[in-house]
């Protein structure tokens, strides 16, 4: 049977689009004498990457994990290849998205408590880099029909059980969620948990503002 011509073209379409790699996870050329910023998240962060590298050009050498983050399972299998061999001295991390997300049967892909129990391990292991650590807070799920299913209940939950940790270790906090939520009639997408472009810019501007705080704190300590 010969597929339609139109029909194959979508498929190419859709074939290209799966292999092209998303732009977030371009290598970064560092500037010398830059302070190196890791980003560390999901698909959220890697909507911010690009303009966050734009609001820090000249300021610092922003990388981000080349994938996306998801849960903290795969954080606590993967972090140690996304630090890799060199030098942090700000990490901007978040996790809580994926793990919140509900699965087949109604629960959770990753529970609070392990949610918790993962986060703690993930924290202990950034802390031995000695870059000053920052925690982004889960931005707001819309209410409706989802796919992958979610909650938007489920993300203050898993925001209040990080805080506790987060502040534990005295970490900054990065609230994304706060500074989303007033703004998203016209910075999320309908009945999607991403951002428009405004969205993603809103967002950037927050995080950078919150690394400049972090480099600002590292240079007074290093003088």
């Not at 092209?20 to 890791?38: E, G």
């Not at 999607?192 to 967002?203: F, R, S």
Request: hydrophobic residues 40%; glycine residues 8%; charged residues 20%.
């Amino acid at each position: 049977m010969i597929r339609p011509l139109a029909a194959v073209m979508a498929a190419s379409l859709a074939l290209a689009c799966a292999q092209t790699p998303n732009p977030s996870f371009a290598d970064v050329s560092d500037t010398p004498n830059l302070p190196r910023v890791l980003l560390i998240g999901d698909s959220i962060s890697m909507g911010y990457t690009i303009p966050v590298r734009e609001l820090l050009r000249g300021k610092a050498n922003v990388h981000r994990i080349p994938a996306n983050g998801g849960p903290t399972t795969r954080g606590l299998e993967d972090l140690d290849a996304w630090l890799g061999p060199g030098h942090w001295d700000v990490i901007h991390f978040n996790f809580g998205l994926h793990d919140l997300k509900l699965m087949e049967d109604g629960t959770h892909q990753v529970s609070i408590a392990d949610y918790r129990r993962n986060l703690r391990k993930i924290i202990e292991r950034l802390r031995k880099t000695g870059a000053v650590l920052i925690w982004a807070t889960t931005t707001p799920v819309p209410e409706g029909r989802l796919n992958p299913p979610r909650r938007s209940s489920d993300v203050p939950a898993y925001n209040a059980a990080a805080q506790k940790i987060i502040e534990g270790n005295g970490i900054a906090i990065d609230d994304l969620y706060a500074i989303a939520e007033p703004h998203l009639i016209a910075w999320q997408r309908p009945a999607n948990v991403h951002y428009t472009e405004e969205g993603y810019q809103g967002l950037a501007q927050a995080v950078a503002n919150s690394i400049e705080r972090a480099l600002a704190k590292t240079s007074a300590t290093a003088h």
